[in-house]
């Protein structure tokens, strides 16, 4: 069965601490992104990687950090730097046809963070 | 840097009633996808546009995309409670061709 895992499905977070969101997929592609969703403020992208042992800073990167040792898995910390952590996080890959090329995205269910 | 402007925010129908949404970007588009994202779920990809003045449909639903690749809109005929969701757009433009996605727009609809 083909898809994107992420866990937890809830996370929280106390002030000051690190957590780190999960994500693997078995769709054997090589983009990975994560995105933030606000209410009523869209998607937003943080991090995306393009191949293995490579990733880029999107457009909101500030308190954030991620990996992508294996093509499968493409992990997000959020860091105690991230002051307005409370969000809606969206994992996502695609295939990856270069520059000026697009590929439809594949969404996990995404993971819940929220402050206590 | 490239901004992709939807709207309405929200739209509220009658069922059978029709609905459209409209994106509207700062700069020419390569291409814009559409997704669906029901209440509680993620996004779906629904349809990928590329050329200009493109056209197409899937069975209620109309794509479009603008002459100039600067704008584009869904519409939905005759809107049936599964059409309920936030529907997003995302255009792929500008000098990083990075996806840029519009707010959405939360459409529910009265049986």
Redesign the interface.
């Known amino acids: 069965d083909g898809g994107i895992t992420q866990s937890p499905k809830y996370l929280f977070r106390k002030e000051g601490q690190n957590v780190t969101l999960s994500c693997e997929q078995n769709l054997n592609h090589d983009a990975m992104y994560w995105?933030r969703q606000d209410p009523?403020?869209?998607?937003?992208?943080i991090y995306?990687s393009q191949i293995v042992n490579d990733f880029q800073k999107?457009?909101i990167a500030e308190g954030y950090s991620v990996s992508r040792e294996k093509k499968e898995s493409f992990p997000l910390t959020v860091t105690s730097a991230q002051k307005n952590p409370t969000a809606f996080y969206?994992c996502a890959s695609s295939t990856w046809g270069g520059?000026?090329t697009?590929e439809?995205?594949?969404?996990?269910?995404?993971t819940q963070l929220s402050v206590l | 840097g490239q901004q992709v402007m939807q709207i309405p925010q929200y739209q509220h129908v009658q069922e059978g009633e029709d609905f459209t949404t409209y994106c509207n970007s700062s700069t020419t588009l390569s291409n814009i996808q559409w997704y669906k994202q029901r209440p509680g779920g993620h996004p779906v990809f629904l349809i990928q546009l590329v050329k200009s003045g493109e056209v197409k449909k899937q069975k209620r639903l109309t794509f479009q995309f603008g002459e100039a690749k600067k704008n584009s809109s869904l519409h939905i005929t005759a809107t049936q409670t599964t059409d309920v969701g936030t529907y997003f757009c995302a255009g792929l433009g500008g000098s990083n061709y990075k996806l840029t996605f519009g707010k959405g727009t939360l459409l529910t609809v009265n049986p």
Do not use: H
């Open positions: 995105y009523g403020q869209g998607l937003r992208l995306y999107g457009d969206l520059y000026a697009n439809k995205l594949f969404f996990g269910s995404g």
